[in-house]
């Protein structure tokens, strides 16, 4: 059977009875656990169930003390000591092969493993915690089994919802661009109706004063004309008025 507790931040600890339940938990961890252990002695393996989203660094102080009294109570050796050092990594990094024995792992980076220096028994915190201990019957598997699909169809759901997104923004940034295809077309049809409306108001002022100037040309050319006609015909009424006394003397 596999113990489970409850932190007093709310999350769930679980922790096998044995080393054969450890190797049960250890095929059947979930991607949210973050394992601990007595570092370099024998003892309990401790998970700590972390909500979705949620990494190693943010555990909370209160539950990472908590699992470490946990951890630190059921080695057998570690219980002993005045002190211990606790090791804690995320589920990924934990390491299975074949030669292990029995509920042992070992680790893929080093690197990803945290250690908590110089734990010591808690009593208060210990007892606190074990207050909450339970013993349900559980099928390892089915369970993860059963948080695996819970998983798919929640990124199932957030791939189709971004989907959704992403066709309304595609579909309001097209939109957009065509106002703004129209806008520009329409300031531009204006454009040319007003270059072409002072053309034709040039072309009409440039006719008109054409017009002008050739009446006045007209004017200056026939003016001409009748002045050498009006001095000819004075000159003929002279002659006839002479003409006329020269007659009445002969009388």
Known sequence: ????????????????????ENEEL??????????????????????????????IDDIPETALAECCQLVKANSIEGSK????????????????????????VTFHKMSKCKYVKNV???????????????????????????????????????????AKERARTEKEEREAAKREADDRAYKSLFKDHDRGAAAAAASSRGKRGGAAAAAAAD?????DEDAPAAAAAGDDSED??????????LM
């Not at 570092?39 to 990494?55: C, E, I, T, W």
């Not at 004017?219 to 003016?223: E, L, N, P």
């Not at 006839?240 to 003397?249: C, D």
Request: glycine fraction near 6%; proline fraction near 3%; avoid cysteine.
């Open 120 to 162: 010591s028994k808690d009593r208060e915190m210990l007892r606190r915690i074990n207050k909450t201990k339970e013993e349900p019957t559980i099928d390892l598997a089915k369970a993860k089994a059963r948080r695996d699909e819970e998983e798919r169809l929640r990124l199932k759901a957030e791939h189709k919802a971004a």
């Open 81 to 104: 000591r005045s002190s211990v050092r606790i090791v804690y990594t995320p589920w990924q990094n934990l390491k299975k092969v074949d030669r292990h024995d029995v509920g042992t």
């Open 219 to 223: 004017d200056d050319f026939f003016g």
């Open 240 to 249: 006839e008025e002479a003409a006329a006394a020269a007659l009445a003397g």
């Open 1 to 20: 059977m596999v113990f489970f507790f409850s932190t007093s931040d709310g999350l769930t600890v679980y922790m096998g009875r044995d080393k054969f």
């Open 26 to 55: 250890i095929k059947h961890m979930w991607p949210e656990d973050v394992w601990f252990h007595v570092d370099d002695l024998s003892s309990a393996h401790v998970y700590l169930r972390l909500p979705l989203g949620k990494g």
